[in-house]
């Protein structure tokens, strides 16, 4: 049997990712509630497999390295950004570890709505960081200096 990683493509898994957050934005609209928390849980698994699989595929793949070939300046901004996305993987593991707590409802719906508000907007701030690099490339390419 093939694993996961032998079939899926970064694009794949950001197109992925980024399902997965439209439907936790739409929970986060309706506010948490235990049933919302319930089908939280498998949203946030299938987010996380879906990111650190996209980060591993990118690292493996040296999905920069061409990139990098091109523009060796730019190493310390794909590092950043590298970074960024393990953090993300990182940080989104120990929210979703967070529903487990042992604490009244009320509490955990309201602090798993602000942690989860904080990581979405994270995820957009690194997004815009991304597509800036991939811009400043292109442009760089068409305008002659690369």
Known sequence: M???LAVRQPQQCTTLTWLL?????????????EEAIHWLRPILDALITA???QSELTSREGWYNDLLGSFPHLISRVARIEAEQNEL????????NGIERDIPLDRLAKELEADLKSWVE???RHSR???VLM??????????EG
Not at 89 to 96: A, N, P, V
């Open 51 to 53: 990111m650190c699989e």
């Open 21 to 33: 957050v439209g439907d936790i934005r739409e929970m986060l609209q309706d506010h948490l509630d």
């Open 135 to 144: 811009q400043d490339v292109w442009y760089t390419e068409i305008g002659g």
């Open 129 to 131: 960081r991304e597509a």
């Open 2 to 4: 093939q694993s996961t």
């Open 89 to 96: 993987c990182k940080s989104l593991r120990e929210l979703r």
């Open 122 to 124: 994270l995820l957009a």
